[in-house]
């Protein structure tokens, strides 16, 4: 059944006069307990970033801070530097992700699983010219996505819909490539991988970006147990995602340890006033080795 329903469909109103949000089927009653969750969701720091030049990510950031472009802390303008400092990272790290898709031809369709409110189907659509499609559990996330593609000019080529990214409405071989940027750790691997091993034409690349627990230390630190208590999520190890690839035809091309190049993001970000009391949790985990940020690009045989 496809689920590319609109908003309207997707929006009841409560006696309250409240907008509520149905939640798409199948799911399982922690799937729509994150749809709630970013359905409700109301922390200002992806809009904020979003804002300074129209991409709304829902991811973190990789790179050197550009300390010249940020000048006096003084200065009553370096809050706003701050904030487009960081909102470059974040789209500098969507671009190390496309970077790992491979050729990408403009006839080709991508699937974004986890899509967020958009950012990285417009970028991959101003990159390759082609169609992009994405998934998310959040009416609220796909109603931004797709209006921003329309204000864009672009509503034929991306679009998000509202159905659940572990049973998506597209054909078997359809996509050319496809990715999750920091969305697998809500869902379990298997079926994840699964899903994209379905979707995939043979010899189609996946991509994720992902925190994932460090199985040399053990066992997943208090850091990482603080990560998903706040963002309600179970956080994988490395040794989940190669060993659940290899089960479902996903064979790594490139295993990316990215841990060192996230930290200046989240250093700038805890002195910012985007703070939601997270940063301490991430970066401590990645000091002390027990918590990782990896790109793992994977083909489909």
């Not at 804002?51 to 000048?71: K, T």
Request: glycine share 8%; aromatic share 8%.
């Amino acid at each position: 059944m496809e689920l590319s329903v609109t908003s309207t469909e997707l929006h009841t109103t409560a006696a309250n006069g409240a907008a509520s949000f149905l939640i798409p089927s199948p799911t399982t009653p922690y799937q729509g307990d994150i749809a709630r969750y970013w359905n409700n969701e109301a922390r200002p720091v992806n809009l904020r970033l979003g804002d300074v030049d129209g991409l709304y990510h829902h991811h973190y950031g990789i790179g050197d801070v550009d300390h010249a472009a940020l000048g006096d802390a003084g200065d009553a303008e370096y809050e706003k530097r701050m904030i487009s400092e960081l909102h470059r990272l974040e789209s500098a790290q969507t671009d190390v992700l496309l970077d790992h898709l491979g050729p990408v031809g403009r006839d080709d369709t991508l699937v974004d699983a986890g899509c967020g409110r958009g950012g990285s189907m417009v970028m991959a659509h101003q990159r390759f010219g082609c169609k992009v499609e994405g998934v998310t559990l959040s009416t609220k996330q796909a109603d931004f996505a797709n209006q921003r593609a329309r204000d864009l000019g672009i509503g034929d080529h991306v679009r998000a819909r509202v159905c659940n990214m572990l049973s998506t409405p597209f054909e078997t071989g359809q996509a050319a490539a496809s990715w999750n940027n920091e969305s697998s750790m809500y869902v379990d691997l298997d079926d994840l991988f699964a899903e994209h091993s379905r979707v995939l034409a043979v010899g189609g690349r996946y991509v994720t970006i992902t925190g994932c627990w460090n199985p040399r230390y053990g066992q997943p630190s208090k850091w990482v147990s603080q990560i998903n208590a706040h963002f309600e999520c179970n956080i994988h190890s490395r040794r989940e995602y190669l060993r659940s690839m290899a089960d479902h035809r996903l064979v790594p091309q490139a295993v990316v340890d990215l841990t060192a190049a996230t930290l200046p993001y989240w250093e700038l970000r805890a002195t910012s006033s985007l703070v939601t009391g997270i940063e301490e949790a991430f970066i401590n985990s990645y000091k002390d080795g027990s918590f990782q940020y990896l790109l793992i690009a994977a083909d489909r045989v």
